[in-house]
């Protein structure tokens, strides 16, 4: 909207604005390369910062007084400990500040801030800030800020306008991941539970694949809440949300309780909505009953939605179904160390995760060419295995909704009680009534299946003996160094890149 046409006050606040009319619609294209993925001009005309450079006019930091002496960066960590209203007012001192304090991150903080302090009723307005100032689109100011040079604003908006066809197209060959039709669970159990594959026909006769579609759910449960993230909104707030947000990284629907709300049953019984795949074979996490960690999710996003870096709890494998639309996939092997992922020291977390579109902005092509990278697609009525501990990123290309199952095979039981045992602080997932995991799936094994749980904890034995020797290979153990030990060194040296085809972690 052109400024000169739009109302000058923005809610009950009076503002003169000393904006320009600015056409938000061309397309911005590097001169002279037409291959360039275009990005559109920011909706309040913000331009990166390299743009100062060539610009003539007036610089609109110069009028930020005081402020002048903090670096954007600063500004923007500044901005985060400001209530609404000094946000709100702050925007309104002068175009720079109106450009910063208008960034809907900051608005989306403070928006899941207010609402955890208390659940109050709102409309979604196409922004955080529309949506917790409550102002309809014909009353939220525009101010021209064509003159506000910031990689710290533009940034993001880059990363949330960039096309995802860039990343996940000419999938190189040798990374495709493998698709089939159907899996029996003997070839399951013999050649597949290590590796991710997609099964293209396993799951299409599931009842949800003929009746679940965005627009049927919206009818159905507009008004059932689901949980996305940190907040519960009713569906049709959610879906209003999915077609009219510019978030970066928008809120993702995950919700663990769903058959539940929707009142929907899962298995092979009559009039179930769909039922886990037969190729997966027996999941032993069922031992545990009632008690067993939460397990089962329904998915829904947005285009560019999805999931950053990260294994499956606690050990687990799983299975995730594309109801509708379809998501890109990349993976991992356990022990690859990907470039842009940071993992803490006891690798128990992914610190400060970069956004989606960042890392495919900054590291999807070094990632790519690592021997280990799998990628792939997986559209609707198709299904994905993750293998226990591989790493996965994971982003729709489209709206869609989605079904995913953890468990564990019998082929990763040691990986699972390993985790449960060395890595207590790590489990997730579990009722706080159970107060020892290991212990409890211990026990149920024993009682259910006390051979598989012999030969599990003997695997489990084993592999920490390994690990232990090439610790103490690495490490070396004598003062005295002959030329075996220092061929020794040489296999733990390339053990320490993550050479190894098993989690070479070291306890
Ligand atoms: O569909 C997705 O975003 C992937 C979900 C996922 O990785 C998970 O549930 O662990
Ligand atoms: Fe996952």
Redesign the pocket.
């Known amino acids: 909207m052109l400024l000169s046409q739009a109302p000058r006050s923005e809610g009950d606040i009076g503002f003169e604005a000393n904006g320009v009319g600015y056409n938000g619609s061309n397309d911005f294209v590097l001169p002279g390369d037409e291959s360039t993925p275009s990005v559109p001009l920011h909706p309040l005309g913000i331009k990166p910062l390299g743009n100062l450079y060539l610009a003539s006019g007036p610089n609109a930091r110069n009028s930020i007084g005081t402020f002048q002496t903090l670096p954007d960066e600063v500004l923007a960590v500044l901005l985060e400990y400001l209530d609404q209203g000094c946000v709100r007012q702050l925007g309104y001192t002068c175009k720079f500040l109106f450009a910063f304090c208008s960034y809907d991150d900051i608005w989306k903080s403070l928006f899941l801030e207010a609402q955890s302090r208390e659940k109050f009723a709102f409309t979604w307005r196409g922004s955080w800030r529309s949506t917790l100032l409550d102002l309809p689109e014909e009353r939220t100011l525009k101010v021209d800020c064509n003159n506000v040079f910031s990689d710290v604003l533009h940034r993001p908006f880059v990363c949330s306008n960039v096309s995802l066809d860039q990343f996940t197209s000419n999938i190189p060959a040798r990374n495709q991941i493998s698709r089939m039709r159907d899996m029996t669970y003997d070839e399951f159990a013999r050649n597949w539970s290590n590796k991710p594959f997609i099964l293209t026909h396993s799951v299409q006769s599931w009842p949800v694949c003929q009746k679940w579609t965005l627009d049927s759910l919206l009818k159905t449960y507009a008004e059932v809440d689901f949980r996305a993230e940190a907040v519960d909104w009713p569906f049709e707030t959610y879906h209003e949300y999915m077609f009219n947000n510019y978030d970066e990284s928008p809120l993702?629907l995950?919700d663990r309780k769903f058959a539940e709300k929707m009142k929907i049953t899962v298995g092979k019984e009559d009039g179930t909505a769909y039922w886990k795949p037969d190729c997966f074979g027996p999941d032993l996490f069922e031992l545990l009953g009632s008690e067993r960690p939460a397990h089962r999710?329904l998915?829904i996003?947005p285009e560019r939605?999805?999931?950053t870096f990260?294994k499956?709890?606690n050990g687990t494998s799983?299975w995730?179904a594309?109801i509708q639309g379809a998501?890109y996939?990349i993976m991992f092997p356990p022990s690859v160390a990907i470039p842009g992922v940071y993992v803490s020291k006891d690798s128990s977390e992914v610190t400060s995760p970069l956004s989606i579109a960042e890392w495919l902005l900054e590291f999807h092509a070094e990632a790519r060419k690592l021997p280990e990278c799998v990628e792939g697609f997986c559209h609707a009525g198709e299904l994905l295995h993750?293998p226990s501990g591989w790493w996965?990123l994971?982003?729709?290309l489209e709206p869609g909704i989605?079904l995913?199952q953890?468990f564990v095979p019998e082929s990763h039981l040691s990986e699972v009680l390993s985790f449960l045992k060395d890595r207590a602080d790590q489990v997730s997932g579990f009722e706080k009534a159970v107060s020892d995991p290991y212990g409890l799936f211990v026990e149920r094994l024993e009682q259910q299946n006390p051979e598989l749980l012999q030969t599990a904890l003997q695997e489990l034995a084993q592999k920490q003996e390994r690990r232990k020797r090439r610790w103490d290979v690495v490490v070396g153990d004598s003062g005295e160094e002959g030329d075996d030990q220092a061929q020794k060194r040489s296999i733990g040296f390339s053990f320490g890149f993550g050479l190894g085809d098993e989690e070479d972690e070291i306890p």
């Open positions: 993702y995950f999710w998915i996003g939605s999805g999931s990260h499956d709890p799983a995730n594309v998501k996939w993750v996965h994971v982003v729709n989605a995913t953890n």
